[in-house]
């Protein structure tokens, strides 16, 4: 059983991070970066197959730069076997598809059972780059997975639709899912077993690795970022202030008002 | 009247027996000694299993036992907070001790100088001085047993029902029952044997008529008992000997059992004492180097320190941990120890399952492997929610008559849960966030400084240029927005009175101090060497901190990681500023309050007196709570507990205790001397629906409107 | 042209699909002046009375191969129409549906694409505005390079047009389907319980800020005091702390009551989803910058429990 789970560092923006290069980006001292959460569900989804297989391996794979190892470390700590980071400067603000291709090139010599991808990532929240990956793969596929079982190479898993309604439904492996957060509980890595991860093979390969060029990935890239601004101060919102009991009656008179209206 | 000559003044030990008798005699005292030895030697295949990476060196031994045993016969660890138990175990202890003495001392003129060298030393002046003294510490022993049997009997202190807070009502593993027959059993048996050497020595006396009865004054009465009877010398002989055999063989079967009873308490609790660790809970310890590969902290019998196991069954049971724990206190399923008794019965369960050979093995080829694989950790065993229920207030340890270290066994326990997974979710995310953040709230490290923009001067930055005092801030008083009013005070208080102090903006991390009692001893590793790593590069002169969790652990902690400096609270330098005419606050409020002692800076680092210092300097009056000082009652706050739930319904510590100052009367404040302790308190203010009598003011507050002559609550923005 | 693809899931035509036909009316003109609306499901052509909008040139209907939604084919589809009509404009819904088949098809043929879009204007080619980093700021996209473009638009972002107009025409459309890759086995409904917080006109609704699974009940005290009903964010079902059925969001209920007050609710783009259309939100969190204060019309930044404890005192 061998699982790649690819994953992403998010970074989580500071309330006064500043943008930079003409709006185009954000000061990178605004940013704090850490694991996507719902890479640590497809991860411990992956760990858990792996573990319920008895043998195999789990891959953790990344587009990033330097931010993103860390987050590897992280995956290795918590049970990875090995990880793999590529990374290019011109993958700087690459959008969902350009990502794709990138991982796509890099798991297709791995040849896995299955590929793991988190339903979209808390920064970008495009919910595109697994299922991308899979049309280069050329490999079947299912989103929004929020239960997955594994008999004799055919997945059962169930896709979480709108308004609490849920879809079963059968895929045989070799696929690609997109998990939803709530499918497990994912577990918590040690200190100790992050120091312990630096001795697992973490592998770093440019973009000639995995038989890319970076004019390709470029042209491969889905949008271009005109550029990033801040949302109008509360577009309508009106901000209650004083204490909280001041805020509580405010509060109470709007809804008295609006439920007698 | 003449005395009879000194020269035949003696007994006979072995009045009028047959050398067969005599020889059945002996071989039942070898065997009592073989099934003795057998026992000490199954306490010492247990304590193999450990490790012995922090046994004290032997070259401290020799002070250490002398440490050890001035407790012991002092009883101040027996005596605290209990005198009575204090005048029971004293008479127990004394008697005991010394009529063992002295058996030993007959065995050695009986059984050896007499025997082989046919020198009697027994008789004489020495005779009756032995006589004496043994027959007024046997009524010592007696008296202390009475007043113990009165206590389990009639006073009934709950702590001696050994129910369990663990188990539910009906568990079969919830009534200990069991342990309170047999501590009938064994304080029974020692009266017995008391009892039955009086009747002995009063039998003798009716038959022998020494003539020196004023050195024999128990045995003297007991004769004046038996004399009225009439008996002959053949009738008197017949229940002479019947007598001797119950008490002889009841003795030597009771010596038999020592290692296999309560009464092993008389050696390993001793040996606990001597090996007790001055610091224990202060400075938890670390990942032994030759384990950094293994799983972290305990699971199973393996796992532990030598001294740990021995801890266990140094236990005797007295219930001071269990009655001083804020967990218990609180309706939580934790007593410490009930934890020992727990990992206690599992030692010894792991034993009985190895048998004789797995214990002979393991004394013979040293390989401590008998039963050290056995999972102390789980529902029928010490459980998650158990070891999660401790706060790591050190209570238990304070308490402790003997030297057990329960708090910081739970921390070793917590530790394997923790790598294993077995932590809340809460809990789980918040250490997540600490390593991302080096903050408990999540906030972006660089706003960490950010509380100093309300004031109207500078902080200085200590990473760049050279301070007097270096202030640790901590992450409550740094982030936490009530804390910060606190912080600001200490800041202006500080500023006005001159200090040359800074701080260390965003180069600061969380201490560690919560995150290593929380288990995630990698975490708190990787906070310190941070910490440490950035204040060595700075110029200063003593740390000063707020936060009493990161004094104790920058104080007791950070030396062994390379980072040794001077650290104080802030109580400390602020009454050096009151007592230097600094800060000119003397006899300015004339509040009635109380003082809450927070857990880390009085128990751990003996930090009651400053605080009490200022209060008093201010003009103040202090009504001490019961539970004060040392005897102080844990917020609920401590250990990671802040980041995991309480359940709900049950009462909080912080309710408890807001409880307790409440039942003090009139008070003006209540005061503190702890970030966690702000926060904690005025919500316990609140739900225990107190807010209209009683308002909480950190000790710094007070100072300030001493000095400005305003309410704190107006010098805060 | 512009070519809207239709959502359907049994036998009904999805709400989001009207939104993308507004969508698309808007930018008809500059787009090349035709809009198109691709029905793909076994029964296709049933659907051309639902899109009966003034400006629908045409319905193009796929008959499925299959009975329900299937991502591969469904995909295959798209791309047949796509190759077929050389549309401009492809504009899906950011649904669970699309998500398993959007990406693919603008990875697969080339396109500009992106998702979870929350409007979209036009200069010479279309222009995106969406999100980034989690909702904290807005980016502005364009598609240089690209003939043709894929957007997956936020359910929401539009108002439904009025499918009050005359019957557009109906254009078959074949495409030639392999094998479906994946077998439906069948629907679930999530346990619902007893509570239909789509039917309440005032919801309470708690998040991530209540921190604990034991304060719920505190809030379900709340509720009743307040005559609302309880709902929760997302996180709190994940947690296992609250069933589906009470869950507002994207994959939980859509709701529309008089007033939504949000305790402890930053805000993730698929709560806004469910509930951005209430009359009233009244929002209070502990940051400043939640996304939520971005469609409240009150806001407070405070903490949670102080603000539920001293409300309770105006609901005697």
Redesign the interface.
């Given at each position: 059983m061998k699982v790649v789970v690819a994953v992403k560092a998010v970074?989580?923006?500071?309330?006064e991070a500043e943008?930079v290069d003409g709006d185009t980006a954000?000061d990178p001292?605004g940013l704090?970066w850490?694991l996507n959460e719902w890479d640590a569900f497809s991860l411990e989804e992956a760990l858990t197959l792996r573990d319920g297989a008895g043998d195999g391996e789990v891959v953790a794979l990344t587009v990033g730069d330097e931010e993103a190892q860390d987050s590897l470390l992280a995956c290795l700590a918590k049970g990875a076997d090995r990880a793999v980071r590529i990374w290019d400067d011109a993958l700087e603000g690459a959008?969902?598809?350009a990502v794709?291709?990138v991982l796509a090139a890099a798991i297709e010599p791995e040849a896995p059972d299955l590929v793991l991808c988190g339903?979209q990532s808390?920064?970008?929240?495009?919910?595109?780059?697994g299922?991308?990956v899979?049309?280069?793969l050329g490999l079947?596929?299912?989103?929004?997975v929020k239960r997955l079982e594994l008999e004799a190479g055919v997945a059962?898993v169930?896709?979480?639709?709108?308004?609490?309604?849920?879809?079963?439904?059968?895929?045989?492996l070799p696929a690609l899912m997109?998990i939803?957060?709530?499918i497990n509980?994912p577990?918590?890595a040690?200190?100790?077993?992050?120091?312990?991860a630096r001795d697992k093979p973490l592998s770093e390969l440019g973009l000639d690795d995995v038989g890319l060029d970076a004019a390709r990935v470029g042209?491969?890239a889905?949008?271009?970022?005109?550029?990033?601004?801040?949302?109008e101060k509360?577009?309508?919102?009106?901000?209650?202030?004083g204490s909280?009991?001041d805020?509580?009656?405010?509060?109470?008179d709007?809804?008295k008002e609006?439920?007698s209206? | 009247m003449t005395p009879p000559l000194a020269a035949e003044k003696t007994r006979d030990v072995f009045w009028g027996f047959g050398t067969l008798v005599e020889i059945l005699w002996y071989v039942l005292a070898v065997a009592s000694v073989v099934v003795f030895a057998y026992g000490i030697g199954r306490e010492v295949a247990k304590y193999r299993r450990g490790h012995a990476t922090f046994l004290p060196p032997r070259a401290e031994l020799p002070g250490r036992f002398v440490t050890g045993t001035r407790t012991l016969l002092s009883h101040a660890s027996i005596k605290r907070r209990d005198p009575y138990v204090g005048w029971a175990h004293r008479g127990v202890f004394y008697g005991w001790v010394v009529l063992f003495i002295g058996t030993v001392i007959l065995a050695v003129n009986t059984d050896v100088t007499e025997r082989f060298f046919g020198w009697r030393f027994f008789k004489g002046n020495f005779y009756l001085g032995y006589s004496i003294v043994l027959d007024v510490l046997g009524l010592a022993l007696v008296a202390g047993l009475v007043l113990m049997m009165v206590r389990r009997g009639i006073l009934r202190p709950r702590k001696l029902d050994y129910a369990r807070p663990d188990r539910a009502p009906g568990d079969p593993q919830y009534d200990r029952g069991i342990y309170r027959r047999g501590d009938w059993v064994f304080l029974g048996l020692l009266l017995y044997l008391a009892l039955t050497g009086y009747l002995l020595e009063g039998v003798r006396i009716a038959m022998d008529a020494p003539g020196y009865n004023a050195f024999s004054p128990a045995g003297w009465v007991v004769a004046q008992a038996i004399n009225p009877l009439g008996l002959g010398d053949e009738a008197l002989g017949v229940v002479r000997r019947t007598i001797w055999w119950s008490h002889g063989l009841v003795a030597i079967a009771f010596v038999a059992a020592i290692p296999y009873t309560k009464a092993t308490h008389m050696v390993s609790s001793w040996a606990s004492l001597v090996l007790k660790d001055p610091l224990a809970g202060k400075r938890l310890r670390p990942i032994p180097e030759d384990r950094q590969q293994e799983p972290a902290g305990y699971a199973t019998l393996g796992d532990f320190a030598t001294e740990h196991l021995l801890q266990l069954d140094a236990c005797t049971k007295c219930g001071k941990c269990h009655e001083a724990c804020p967990a218990n206190a609180t309706g939580r399923p934790l007593s410490p120890r009930d934890v020992v008794l727990e990992l206690r019965e599992q030692s010894n369960a792991a034993l009985h399952d190895a048998g004789v050979g797995g214990v002979l093995g393991t004394l013979l080829h040293g390989d401590g492997r008998t039963g050290s694989a056995r999972r102390i950790v789980g529902e029928d065993a010490v459980r998650p929610e158990t070891v999660w229920a401790c706060m790591q207030c050190n209570a238990c340890v304070e308490a402790c008559p003997v030297g057990i270290e329960q708090a910081p066994i739970i921390n070793q326990i917590r530790r394997r849960l923790v790598e294993e997974g077995e932590l809340d979710a809460n809990l789980q995310s918040t250490l997540e966030v600490i390593h991302k953040s080096g903050n408990s709230f999540g906030e972006n490290r660089r706003r960490r400084g950010r509380w100093t923009q309300e004031l109207d001067f500078e902080v200085k930055d200590a990473r760049k240029e050279p301070v007097d005092v270096l202030w640790f801030v901590g992450d409550y008083a740094s982030f936490d927005p009530r804390s910060q009013r606190v912080t600001r005070a200490i800041a202006r208080l500080l500023h006005a009175a001159g200090v040359d102090f800074g701080i260390l903006y965003d180069g600061e991390r969380n201490s560690g101090n919560d995150v290593r009692r929380a288990g995630e001893e990698g975490l708190f590793e990787a906070l310190a060497e941070a910490n440490i790593a950035t204040l060595a590069k700075c110029d200063f002169q003593r740390i000063v901190t707020s936060d009493p969790h990161s004094l104790n652990t920058l104080r007791n902690e950070y030396p062994e990681l390379g980072g040794a400096w001077t650290v104080a609270h802030h109580t400390t330098l602020l009454l050096e500023l009151i007592d230097s005419g600094a800060l000119d606050v003397r006899d300015r409020l004339a509040y009635r309050v109380t003082y809450h002692d927070p857990c880390y800076l009085g128990r751990h680092n003996g930090g009651y007196d400053a605080p009490r210092a200022i209060l008093r300097a201010l003009g103040c009056s202090l009504i001490e709570m019961p539970r004060n000082r040392d005897n102080s009652f844990c917020c609920g706050a401590g250990g990671g507990r802040i980041w995991i739930p309480d359940p709900p319904g049950a009462e909080r510590p912080s309710e408890n205790r807001i409880r307790e100052a409440v039942g003090l009367g009139e008070l003006d404040y209540f005061v503190v001397s702890c970030p966690k302790d702000v926060t904690m308190y005025e919500d316990a203010i609140k739900t225990t629906g107190n807010a209209q009598r009683l308002e909480l003011r950190e000790l710094t507050e007070l100072i300030e409107e001493a000095l400005v002559g305003a309410p704190a609550a107006a010098a805060v923005g | 042209m512009i070519l809207v693809i239709a959502e359907t899931r049994r036998g009904e035509l999805r709400p989001v699909t009207l939104e993308l036909v507004t969508a698309a009316l808007g930018l008809k003109e500059a787009a090349g002046g035709r809009v198109a609306v691709a029905v793909i499901d076994a029964d296709a052509s049933s659907f051309a009375g639902a899109l009966a909008v003034a400006g629908v040139d045409e319905v193009l209907a796929v008959s499925a191969s299959t009975p329900h939604f299937e991502a591969h084919h469904t995909q295959r589809a798209v791309e047949a129409l796509i190759e077929a009509e050389q549309p401009a404009l492809i504009l899906l819904g950011h649904t669970i549906d699309s998500m398993g088949f959007g990406s693919a098809v603008a990875a697969r043929l080339g396109l500009g694409f992106a998702s979870d879009v929350t409007a979209v204007s036009w200069d010479g080619g279309p222009i995106a505005t969406r999100g980034a980093y989690g909702g904290k700021l807005v980016a502005e996209l364009d598609f240089p390079g690209h003939e043709r473009t894929l957007l997956t638009v936020r359910a929401g972002a539009f108002d439904p047009a009025d499918a009050a107009g005359a019957e557009p025409a109906v254009r078959p459309f074949d495409v030639a389907f392999d094998p479906p890759l994946t077998e439906h086995i069948e629907f679930r409904e999530a346990a619902t319980g007893d509570v239909d917080i789509t039917k309440a006109d005032f919801l309470l609704s708690i998040g991530r800020g209540i921190e604990d699974k034991d304060n719920i009940a505190q809030f379900e005290e709340l509720a009743e005091r307040l005559g609302a009903t309880l709902s929760v964010s997302r996180p709190l079902v994940d947690a296992g702390w609250m069933s589906n059925a009470r869950q507002v969001g994207q994959s939980g209920k859509t709701v529309q009551p008089k007033v939504y007050l949000a305790l402890g609710i930053s805000g993730a783009v698929q709560h806004l989803a469910g509930m951005q259309k209430a009359d009233t939100i009244i929002a209070v969190n502990t940051d400043p910058d939640a996304p939520i204060f971005g469609v409240a019309h009150y806001g407070a930044v405070a903490d949670l429990f102080d603000v539920a404890e001293a409300l309770e005192q105006h609901f005697a």
């Open positions: 970074a989580a923006l500071d309330d943008l954000v001292d704090e850490d959008d969902p598809l794709a291709r339903v808390s920064d970008a929240v495009n919910g595109a780059t299922v991308a899979a049309a280069h079947p596929h299912v989103a929004v059962t169930e896709r979480e639709l709108e308004g609490g309604l849920v879809e079963v439904l059968r895929i045989r997109t939803q957060t709530g509980e577990r918590y040690t200190l100790r077993a992050i120091k312990q042209a491969s889905g949008a271009r970022l005109r550029r990033l601004r801040h949302p509360g577009e309508g919102a009106e901000m209650l202030d909280p009991e805020v509580a009656a405010r509060i109470a709007i809804v609006r439920m209206a | - | -």
